[in-house]
């Protein structure tokens, strides 16, 4: 049980152009998931929280009109990396959780950005 | 906001001997402590984590240590083995927030 799901698992997008992730919880409904991202031989930074219903909350320096986060069901959020860039090139995580007192975060697989 | 420091950035052991890796954090709100072990281009994976009402947790191989005067806390494995090189990462979390990860640990096991 508890398992998420992303896709795509790599995407190669043109610089200026948008991509869409999504992250699915495929066995549990997530009012809260949370996207990160990981540059190469870094650590995992947490972007942003996405609530289901309501507006992302963002981090701190994570700019929320070049990525635009939905929560529309309590099984899917998607990820909008608007106008990507190079250096938007990175590996993009989400997890969930179970909610109601379970602390422990499911992560997805993660996707690939390469921006040309 | 959360500030999670670790340490080492790596770590090379002989096989069979223990690895310590040692985290610190900044928040005195966070409450759950997990580590996780990842491998290139995969997901994190949880691997053991501790709640802040617990001192230490234990499981097989691996031991989780926490002290909240000191907001610090460890992990100990045992007995390494060849797969358990890989990077392992610390994080914090309180209430219903996201994690704040450490740098990272590249764990060297030496045949």
């Known amino acids: 049980g508890a398992v998420v799901s992303q896709h795509p698992s790599r995407v190669i997008c043109k610089s200026g152009t948008s991509v869409k992730i999504e992250c699915r919880s495929l066995?549990?409904?997530?009012?809260?998931m949370f996207w990160y991202r990981q540059f190469p031989k870094q650590s995992l930074m947490l972007m942003a929280t996405?609530?289901?219903?309501?507006?992302?909350?963002?981090e701190q320096g994570v700019e929320k009109d070049k990525f635009l986060i939905n929560h529309a069901s309590l099984t899917l959020s998607t990820l909008t990396v608007t106008s990507a860039h190079p250096e938007d090139s990175s590996f993009y995580i989400c997890?969930?959780?179970?909610?109601?007192?379970?602390?422990?975060?499911?992560f997805g697989p993660g996707t690939r950005l390469t921006v040309t | 906001g959360e500030n999670v420091e670790q340490h080492p950035s790596t770590l090379s052991v002989q096989e069979g001997d223990s690895a310590v890796i040692k985290c610190t954090y900044s928040d005195s709100a966070s409450n759950y402590f997990p580590w996780y072990k990842q491998e290139l281009g995969k997901r994190p994976q949880l691997i053991i984590d501790i709640r802040s009402n617990v001192g230490e947790k234990k499981d097989q191989r691996i031991a989780v240590t926490l002290n909240k005067t000191a907001k610090h806390f460890s992990l100990h494995i045992t007995e390494t083995q060849p797969e358990d090189s890989a990077v392992y990462f610390c994080?914090?979390?309180?209430?219903?927030?996201?994690?704040?990860f450490g740098k990272g640990t590249h764990l060297i096991i030496q045949p």
């Open positions: 066995d549990f409904q997530a009012t809260t």
């Open positions: 994080a914090a979390r309180g209430g219903a927030d996201g994690l704040t």
């Open positions: 997890s969930a959780s179970l909610g109601g007192g379970s602390y422990e975060q499911y």
């Open positions: 996405s609530n289901e219903g309501s507006k992302a909350t963002y």
